[in-house]
């Protein structure tokens, strides 16, 4: 049986990695992918709690995340598609569009 912390480890390194992306990173679709794997690291942790306290909360939650991400993945790219048609860049810094 794995230990609860080995999840939490993978978990760590995860999310870790997802937020050095966002951060690290200027395009567009590679930010938007941190953000997906940021919240795959959360789905693990509360899986892997569910699954320890022997509770279906936490994998309710996860599904609902899960499904949060994919609105979010559709209207990232649609966002992604508009910039890229008037602008012709991905790059997070040459966006400007929402500002006044």
């Known amino acids: 049986m794995v230990p609860l912390s080995a999840y939490v480890a993978v978990s760590a390194i995860l999310f870790a990695t997802g937020l050095i992306g ?9 930010v938007l992918m941190a953000v ?6 959360a789905n693990i942790n509360l899986v892997a709690f569910s699954h320890y306290l022997e509770s279906m909360a936490g ?13 979010e993945a559709a209207v990232g790219l649609a966002i992604i598609i508009v910039v890229f048609r008037g602008k ?3 790059n997070v810094d040459e966006m400007a569009l929402l500002k006044w």
């Open 88 to 90: 012709i860049s991905t």
């Open 22 to 30: 966002v951060l690290i990173r200027r395009n567009f679709i590679i």
């Open 59 to 71: 994998q309710i939650v996860a599904l609902f995340v899960i499904a949060i991400a994919a609105g």
């Open 36 to 41: 997906e794997i940021m919240l795959n690291a």
